[in-house]
């Protein structure tokens, strides 16, 4: 009997381990061959080397597109938390008709593939007039980031005692003065890590921006252009670099909810 | 000292909660003071009536005056009247001293006098010790009393305390109603309480509000509302009681007779007087005393309560008797408790 | 009695004001107008307002600009099926092996933040990844030459179903993994003990206690997965064929490219959207009827 229960948790231990790796190992490829010193991505590796890095530093449109994204992402996940933040603490004071309603429509964006956004705004700006480019995909970003912000900042109302809100007006706070003295510091964590969340969904957004972008572009936008085009080791040097700012914005993320 | 000055008054206080009646016509006058306490069931409307004094809600009719000055259009920031919440409700971002100062830092009092006044409030509450600890890192009865210092610093017309000590253990909490009694003395200032602990009532208040359905029971001092119910609900709500209908006391119809146990005598032999006939069934030893539980022949339930040097068994055949000056002639309600 | 306050001063409500609008105009405006362009005529230069239902009817039964796409659309959703179903064999058994065998609160802790960290890695570098492992010239073909399996490269790996299978199986596996980890976790160990302790062996105690108890969490998952993939079109375009591997997804997105039939797209759109949210409608249902049964 005991040594069947090792043994199916050996079994076990071996397919988590094949999975884990699985997942990994596309991962670990782009990483490691980013370093390679040949353009072909061959099986040994060929010898190392930062050329890709070098290359990628110096190729223009690649980073004008990061640069692009930078801004988008700041700009659209700014607009998200203020949306997100005022909307969830709106949801968590009052009820009002349509208030489970308006819980689904939020998540909607997030939950349906992107095509539909992307295709549904395109056609809205082109018949109110809004072009094609920077600000029409900072408008779409922002509406499918609002998804990441409020249920985090909702929840994490539900969660807090919702008499200190009362205790505070009791106290003789107005209500911005509750909102900014006492709610704000008490969901300042979940407010972080979905910031965190909605910088890295649109540095990462394809599907939405592809359709609202125009001739301007973004770096997964660019990225997928040159992958199109044929493979290219710059590509690796480029995803590597993002991954590593992805992980640490994780990191921090994991951290800030330990905390509380 | 309790004035005769009313501080807090409610007229007519109606309000409903999706049609149903919470408040149906309540009136009160709490003077300059006083330690009062609301008491009821859950349900009874007793925590919406607090809520309506410090602004929370607002009564569908009648008016909630504070010294003569109507209160209903007053946002509860403005209300000079501070509220120990149930469940504290103290600021988890904040240290001890933090959460005493957020009144005055909100009202922009000046610094000096922020320091002067935290510090002496945080004295008179035993507090100075915990002055820069967080409140998760206290026990509930320091919370309590962070709660407390709290709304004290802003020296409150009148101090509402929605069943404060609810959430502490039982020894804790009584240790709590002498130091809240003890406080409540020293500052003058008038204590809204609220509870539906019957006996924490009794020990704490200088008068008492019964509350039933929306509506006042009775309002009186404990010891009298205690002896002299004036409805088979509060006789029943406050202790136990005895009911005896019929023509015991001669009484006229639809009134009943109600007695404390404590006051139900028991007799082997039929004495003189009021007389009714009961058996024994159960004992139960409480120390100096023991209560006993009886049946009578008409299948009613009735409780005595003797000193243990008394011998009484299950079985035994007795009759009970009182003294009229020590019972209660209330009229039958259609809203009683069973 | 709600600790909120009810307020019906209209000024109390103006927090809402700024998500409310935004998600109106930029949500459910846009969507209302792509409902309303899929009943629109494509005309020769620009799109004409006047009502009709040709392109649903082209859609289903094909007319004279071009034939239907209901078998792509079948296609999409055989797909999207396979790789849901992958993605749950996958997940279930990963998750069961951190919760269960792992014993180190640490070790756990970990464990399942490396099963999340692929939901932050780029898309498109995950995308990437595939195409460079299973390209004629990739690391695939290298390292079975360099084993001796074969002499000269296959392309049997990339530009297929299979292709597109295996990389939207990586990008989605952790949407299905969180919730399945989540339901997994909230089992309380004291059933599986009364499980065992009554008699019932590993593999009923997982099919009669576990399994059950975690379908809310598998639903969700499939759910999130099943919607996703239907609408990629991103996997299929890099690593997928020029024809078998079309979904419908690349169908909508040409209509609002190259083929330059808006109307079309839209009502393929409303086709998808309809879709999904019936998916997720019926699978909310399910949910809460095993999270009932269960709670």
Redesign the interface.
């Known amino acids: 009997m005991i040594k069947r229960k090792h043994l199916s948790t050996g079994v076990l231990t071996v397919i988590g381990i094949l999975i884990l790796l699985f997942m990994y190992i596309p991962i670990i490829v782009v990483v490691l061959y980013a370093f390679n010193a040949d353009s072909v991505n061959y099986f040994p590796m060929r010898g190392a080397s930062f050329k890709w890095f070098a290359k990628m530093a110096a190729d223009d449109d690649l980073i004008r597109s990061l640069e692009h994204s930078l801004v988008i992402a700041g700009i659209s996940t700014g607009v998200a938390c203020v949306l997100g933040v005022t909307g969830g603490y709106g949801m968590y004071r009052f009820d009002f008709p349509g208030k489970s309603f308006m819980n689904k429509l939020v998540m909607l964006p997030l939950i349906l593939p992107g095509i539909l956004t992307g295709v549904a705004l395109l056609t809205f700006y082109q018949a109110v007039g809004i072009h094609q480019g920077m600000m029409a995909v900072i408008l779409g970003h922002s509406t499918f980031l609002i998804a990441t912000v409020l249920p985090q900042v909702y929840s994490r109302l539900q969660q807090l005692?919702g008499?200190?809100i009362?205790?505070?007006?009791?106290?003789?706070?107005?209500s911005s003065?509750t909102f900014f003295?006492?709610v704000l510091?008490?969901i300042q964590t979940a407010i972080i890590s979905s910031a965190l969340l909605s910088f890295t969904l649109s540095m990462d957004e394809i599907p939405v921006t592809y359709f609202l972008n125009g001739i301007f572009s973004t770096l997964p936008i660019q990225i997928w252009g040159m992958t199109r085009n044929g493979i290219t080791p710059e590509v690796n040097a480029i995803s590597s670099l993002i991954f590593i700012i992805s992980l640490a914005a994780i990191l921090i993320s994991n951290m800030l909810s330990k905390e509380d | 000292m309790i004035e005769e000055r009313i501080q807090v008054s409610l007229q007519n206080i109606e309000k409903s909660?999706r049609n149903q009646k919470?408040i149906d016509g309540i009136s009160l006058d709490v003077r300059q003071g006083e330690f009062l306490t609301l008491l009821g069931p859950s349900g009874c409307g007793k925590?919406?009536l607090l809520r309506m004094i410090?602004g929370?809600?607002k009564p569908d009719s009648g008016s909630v005056l504070i010294d003569g000055e109507d209160q209903v259009s007053v946002?509860?920031?403005?209300r000079n009247?501070?509220?120990v919440?149930?469940?504290?409700?103290?600021?988890?971002?904040l240290t001890v001293r933090e959460n005493v100062e957020?009144?005055l830092k909100?009202?922009k009092v000046p610094e000096e006098k922020i320091v002067e006044k935290v510090n002496a409030v945080l004295e008179m509450t035993n507090l100075e010790a915990f002055a820069n600890r967080k409140p998760s890192k206290l026990s509930g009865g320091q919370q309590q009393r962070v709660a407390i210092a709290?709304?004290l610093v802003?020296e409150p017309k009148v101090l509402l305390l929605d069943e404060p000590l609810g959430a502490l253990d039982l020894k804790l909490r009584k240790q709590m109603q002498m130091e809240l009694k003890d406080m409540q003395k020293a500052s003058g200032i008038t204590y809204i309480y609220v509870t539906h602990d019957q006996e924490e009532a009794l020990t704490i208040s200088d008068r008492i509000v019964v509350l039933n359905g929306g509506h006042i029971e009775q309002i009186g001092e404990g010891n009298d509302i205690y002896l002299h119910p004036s409805s088979r609900f509060v006789a029943s709500f406050l202790g136990e009681s005895n009911f005896f209908s019929g023509d015991t006391e001669n009484l006229s119809d639809g009134r009943v007779v109600s007695l404390r146990p404590e006051f139900l005598i028991l007799k082997k032999d039929r004495p003189e007087g009021i007389a009714i006939p009961a058996r024994i069934t159960k004992v139960t030893y409480l120390g100096v005393y023991q209560r006993i539980e009886l049946v009578e022949q008409n299948g009613l339930k009735a409780v005595a309560l003797d000193s243990v040097d008394s011998e009484w068994h299950v079985g035994d055949n007795v009759f009970m008797t009182w003294d009229p000056d020590n019972s209660q002639v209330i009229q039958e309600e259609g809203d009683m408790v069973s | 009695?709600s600790t909120k306050?009810k307020m019906f001063h209209f000024l109390r409500y103006g927090i809402l004001a700024p998500s409310c609008i935004w998600l109106i105009v930029f949500l459910v405006i846009p969507y209302f107008n792509l409902f309303l362009y899929s009943f629109w005529k494509n005309g020769a230069f620009k799109v004409e307002k006047t009502f009709t239902l040709n392109n649903y009817i082209r859609f289903f039964a094909g007319d004279s600009s071009g034939s239907g796409h209901v078998m792509i659309l079948l296609q999409t959703l055989r797909t999207s099926l396979i790789v849901t179903v992958i993605a749950i064999i996958i997940s279930f058994p990963l998750a069961y092996f951190i919760i269960y065998a792992v014993k180190k609160a640490r070790s756990k802790k970990i464990l399942y933040m490396m099963t999340i960290i692929p939901l932050w890695v780029s898309y498109i570098m995950r995308a990437y990844a595939w195409k460079i492992i299973l390209g004629t010239n990739g690391i695939l073909n290298s390292f079975l030459i360099w084993l001796g399996v074969t002499s000269k490269p296959l392309d049997i790996f990339l530009y297929s179903d299979a292709s597109v299978i295996i990389a939207m199986v990586h990008i989605y596996t952790p949407y299905v993994m969180m919730p399945i980890y989540t339901s997994l976790e909230q089992i309380p160990h004291s059933l599986i003990e009364a499980s065992r302790d009554l008699g019932c062996g590993g593999a009923r105690t997982l099919g009669k206690i576990i399994i059950p108890l975690s379908l809310p969490g598998i639903v969700t998952g499939a759910t999130y997965a099943f919607a996703l993939s239907m609408g990629d079109f991103l996997a299929p375009s890099l690593l997928g064929g020029t024809t078998s591997s079309t979904k419908i997804a690349n169908i909508v997105q040409m209509q609002f490219g190259t083929s330059d039939n808006w109307p079309y797209g839209a009502a393929m759109g409303m086709i998808i959207l309809v879709f999904v949210i019936v998916l997720m409608e019926i699978t909310g249902k399910i949910e809460k009827h095993y999270a009932n049964l269960n709670g």
């Open positions: 005692d008499n200190i009362e205790a505070a007006e009791d106290l003789g706070a107005t003065q003295h006492v510091p008490n | 909660f919470v925590t919406t410090n929370f809600e946002p509860p920031n403005k009247v501070n509220t919440f149930q469940s504290y409700a103290l600021f988890p971002h957020f009144s909100m009202k709290r709304s802003c | 009695m306050r």
